[in-house]
C-alpha cells in the first residue's frame, strides 16, 4: 500500500534526524504532510525504525522509515503537519534559491 496520499514539494535542505537513536544531518529532497525522502551518507536504521525530524526551531516530527534503498530513505510521518511547513520549504515557492550561486551583475567579470 502507497501512503503517500499528499503531494510532495521538491526541496533541498539540511536538515537534522535522529533515526533509530543516531543523530545525524542529511538532506531532504522532498516533503509533504505525510512523509519526506532523505539522503545522506550511511544512513542509519531499517524499515520501521523510529525518526524525529527537526524541520523548524518549533517544529519537531516523529515517524518510521516506510523504505531505503541506498543513500536515500523514505520517511513516514504519524500525524500529518501543516501544508504552510510544507509550502514554505518547497523549492517552487522560492524561485530565487536556484539563483544563489549565481554572481550578481556588480561581481561578474
Do not use: H, Y
Request: glycine fraction near 8%; hydrophobic fraction near 40%; include cysteine.
Amino acid at each position: 500500500m502507497d501512503r503517500r496520499k499528499k503531494d510532495r514539494s521538491q526541496t533541498r535542505e539540511a536538515i537534522r534526524a535522529t533515526i533509530a537513536g543516531t543523530d545525524t544531518v542529511c538532506t531532504m529532497r522532498n516533503l509533504s504532510q505525510s512523509g519526506c525522502m532523505i539522503e545522506g551518507d550511511a544512513l542509519p536504521g531499517n524499515v520501521g525504525a523510529p525518526v524525529t525530524i527537526q524541520l523548524t526551531a518549533d517544529l519537531v516530527v516523529s515517524g518510521e522509515v516506510a523504505w531505503q534503498l541506498g543513500q536515500s530513505m523514505g520517511v513516514f510521518f504519524f500525524r500529518p503537519i501543516p501544508l504552510s511547513t510544507v509550502r514554505s520549504f518547497a523549492l517552487d515557492d522560492w524561485p530565487l534559491r536556484s539563483d544563489w550561486n549565481v554572481p550578481s551583475p556588480s561581481t561578474s567579470q
